[in-house]
C-alpha cells in the first residue's frame, strides 16, 4: 500500500528518557514533515525536510532532533522526555514543499505518553 | 502571522440534515483554503480544497465557499452520514511552505 507510516503507534515512557519515533513514506514525495498534535487538537507544525534537507523549524526545544537518512524517511529523536512532550505526533509528506499546490499526506500517528 | 479561526468548536447533527463550518483568516493574501477530515486514531486527510480565484467549490456531498472581502471560507456537508462523524480542520498558508491549521471542529452525526 502506498502510504505515510509511522512506528511506534504508542509510545509510553518515563520523564528524562530519550526516544524515537519513526516515519516513511512510499509515495515519492520530496517533502516529509512533524506536526504535534495536543489533547486538545490543535496542530502545529515542527519541522519540514525537503530532499533530506531541513527548511522549515519552529520554536521546537533542541531536544527534539530531526533526521532525515534520504527523501523517504524522517525519524524524530527526543531527548530527555519531559510530561509536556505527551501527544499525537504526526508524520506527512507532500509532493513539494509548497503549501499551495502539494497536498499533505499525513500518517496514523505517534501517541506518546510521558508519566 | 496568520490567525485562523474555526467554529463552532462541536457540531452534532441528525443524519440527513446539514452542517457548515466556518473559518476566518487574517492575511488578506491569502490565495489557498484546504479542509482537512481527521476520523478517530487516523491522521487528517484532505477532503476538499479551494483556490481565492473562485467562490465555490463542490463535490459530491461536500462543498466549500470562500467570501475574500470578509476573509472567511465555509465547509458545507450536505445529507450527512454517521461516517461524517470526525474533526475537520481548516487550514491557510502562513507562508509558500507551511500550513497553519485552525482549532478543528468535532463533527457528530447521530441517528
Known amino acids: 500500500d502506498t502510504a505515510v507510516s509511522q512506528t511506534p503507534k504508542y509510545l509510553v515512557t518515563q520523564m528524562g528518557n530519550d526516544k524515537s519515533i519513526k516515519c516513511e513514506q512510499n509515495l515519492g514525495h520530496d517533502t516529509m514533515y512533524w506536526y504535534k498534535q495536543d489533547s486538545k487538537k490543535f496542530l502545529k507544525i515542527m519541522f519540514s525536510y525537503n530532499n533530506k534537507e531541513l527548511i522549515i523549524n519552529e520554536t521546537v526545544p533542541n531536544r527534539f532532533s530531526p533526521k532525515s537518512p534520504d527523501k523517504a524517511h524522517l525519524n524524530l529523536h527526543i531527548n530527555s522526555l519531559e510530561l509536556g512532550d505527551s501527544a499525537v505526533y504526526f508524520c506527512?509528506?507532500?509532493?513539494?514543499?509548497?503549501?499551495?499546490?502539494?497536498?499533505?499526506?499525513f500518517g496514523n500517528g505517534t501517541r506518546l505518553t510521558v508519566t | 502571522g496568520e490567525n485562523v479561526e474555526q467554529h463552532p468548536s462541536t457540531l452534532s447533527v441528525q443524519e440527513g440534515d446539514s452542517a457548515v463550518i466556518k473559518c476566518t483568516y487574517s492575511?488578506?493574501?491569502?490565495?489557498?483554503f484546504p479542509w482537512y477530515k481527521q476520523e478517530l486514531g487516523k491522521g487528517p486527510q484532505l477532503i476538499i480544497d479551494i483556490r481565492s480565484n473562485v467562490g465555490e467549490k463542490k463535490d459530491q456531498r461536500i462543498a466549500v465557499t470562500l467570501n475574500k472581502t470578509a476573509k472567511h471560507f465555509s465547509l458545507h456537508i450536505t445529507e450527512t452520514q454517521p461516517e461524517d462523524s470526525a474533526v475537520y480542520f481548516c487550514a491557510v498558508p502562513r507562508t509558500a511552505s507551511k500550513l497553519t491549521f485552525g482549532t478543528g471542529t468535532r463533527l457528530q452525526v447521530t441517528l
Open positions: 492575511d488578506s493574501a491569502s490565495n489557498y
Open positions: 506527512a509528506s507532500s509532493q513539494t514543499p509548497g503549501a499551495y499546490n502539494s497536498p499533505l499526506h
